[in-house]
Each structure stands twice: as C-alpha cells, then as structure tokens.
C-alpha cells in the first residue's frame, strides 16, 4: 500500500556558516493514509522542521520524502509549490490570517488564485461547516482567537487536501479552545478521509490522535505500531 508519507534516512541542517545546525538525523517514518498521527519531543527536537519537511517546505540535505508515492526531490521550487496547494493543508500556531481581508476574503482569494472557479461558494460552505457561518465578514482583528484558528482551518480543508499538517495550532489558545480546535481537526480528517500530523506541546492531546511519534535531538525515539497498516 501507497503510504501518505514516508521518509526514508533524512538528514536536514539549517542556517549558514558557523550558525548552520544540524537538525534532522537519519529520520525514517512511514504514515497511513487516513492516520492521525500527534507529533511531540522537547523543545528544540527538530518537530517544527520535520513537519515542514513532511509538507514539502524544507528539502532535506539527503535522503528520500514520499508524498503518496511521489518523490519530492526531483520537483523544481514551481512544481513543488503547485504539489504542495493541491494536496498538502498547513495550519500554524499564529494563524497567519491577512488582517486587511475578511474571514470569507482569507478563504476565497487563496482558492481563486489556485484557479477556482466558485471561490467564494466553496469558502463560505468551509467557514460553515467549522462553525463560522455567522461571522463571514469579520477581520481577524474582530475575532478570537479560537474563531481565527477556526478560519485558517477552513483555508486549509478548502482546496480539499489528502494531507493537513498543523504546527502547535493550540499554542495561542486557553486550554478549552485549543481542545475545541483538536476535536474540529480530528473531526474534519476523519469526515475527509484526510492524514493529519499534529505537533503538539501537550501530550494529552498528541494521545488523542491515532498514534504519537516522539523525537528527541532530531532522532525519531518512539513511533508506535499504526493502527491502520
Ligand atoms: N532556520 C534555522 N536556522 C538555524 N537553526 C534553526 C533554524 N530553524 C530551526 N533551527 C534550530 O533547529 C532546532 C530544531 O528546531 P524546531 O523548531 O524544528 O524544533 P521544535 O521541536 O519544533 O521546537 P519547539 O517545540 O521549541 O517549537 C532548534 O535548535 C532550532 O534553534
């Protein structure tokens, strides 16, 4: 079976010259499709640039990353960039809305520069479904900031992605939004038939997913058996 992600001996540095550090070392992981997966590790383990690579945002030094069976290597930085709006959904813990557009703006024009035609349709039914049918025409600066995370939730699940990647999406939130918001993720990958790989802090909500892969100093120390294989 096709995996939906799968790396094989991935070793990634960042930075330049003295600064440039060595983050990921010799990673191999394999995850389902349909998985939920709670990526954890201390602070400074290498989560954050996994993930990245996992979304096709970092390129490894060596080593091989897999999306659906497809080789990310061989893809130029247009190729990659067209690979990564079809199929692979980001949420940040900063929400990087643009505070000049509204709600249904930060969903819609994303979609119509991809080349949608019923943008703005299909923006209002995503604001719907995670619940913010009622608040179409507020910026940002108007909304919590559960209700934010809520909408770059929606520009994500938009172009319909086989995969979504969400980086601490709780880490600016109270504990009871950011539970609200783990719920709606696991809610909206199950519904989709989607993979989700969620970095978290908070080990309470990694055990909610399918199975936790914990790193430390950029080795994978723990990945646990899926439960889907
Ligand atoms: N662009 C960069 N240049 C140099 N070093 C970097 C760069 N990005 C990350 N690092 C370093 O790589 C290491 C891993 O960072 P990363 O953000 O992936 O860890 P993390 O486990 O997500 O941490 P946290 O939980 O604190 O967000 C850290 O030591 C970090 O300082």
Do not use: W
């Not at 997966?37 to 640039?49: A, D, E, F, Q, R």
């Not at 993930?51 to 990310?72: K, N, Q, W, Y």
């Not at 690979?83 to 949420?91: D, H, S, T, W």
């Not at 024009?109 to 619940?131: C, K, Q, T």
């Amino acid at each position: 079976m096709v995996k939906a992600i799968e790396l094989h001996d991935v070793e990634l540095s960042l930075g330049r010259g003295a600064a440039r550090v060595h983050i990921l070392k010799g990673v191999s992981l394999a995850v389902e499709r349909g998985e939920a997966i709670g990526l954890v590790g201390p602070s400074g383990s290498g989560k954050s640039t996994l993930l990245m690579t996992m979304a096709g945002l970092e390129r490894p030094d060596s080593g091989t990353v897999r999306i659906d069976g497809e080789d990310l290597a061989p893809l130029d930085e247009d190729a990659l960039a067209r690979f990564r709006g079809r199929r692979i959904g980001i949420v940040f813990q900063s929400f990087h809305l643009l505070p000049t557009m509204t709600a249904l703006e930060n969903v819609a024009v994303p979609l119509e520069l991809a080349g949608a035609s019923d943008a703005f349709a299909r923006a209002r039914a995503e604001l719907e479904a995670v619940g913010l049918g009622a608040r179409l025409s507020h910026y940002p600066a108007q909304l919590s900031g559960g209700e934010q995370q809520r909408v770059a939730l929606a520009r994500a699940l938009a172009p319909d992605p086989a995969i979504l990647v969400a980086d601490e999406p709780t880490g600016n939130l109270d504990e009871a939004t950011g539970a609200q918001i783990v719920d709606l993720l696991l809610a909206m990958k199950r519904e989709r038939g989607a993979t989700l790989v969620l970095v978290t802090h908070d080990q309470s909500l990694a055990r909610r997913c399918d199975r936790t892969i914990a790193l430390r100093s950029g080795r994978i120390e723990r990945a646990g058996e899926p439960a889907l294989a």
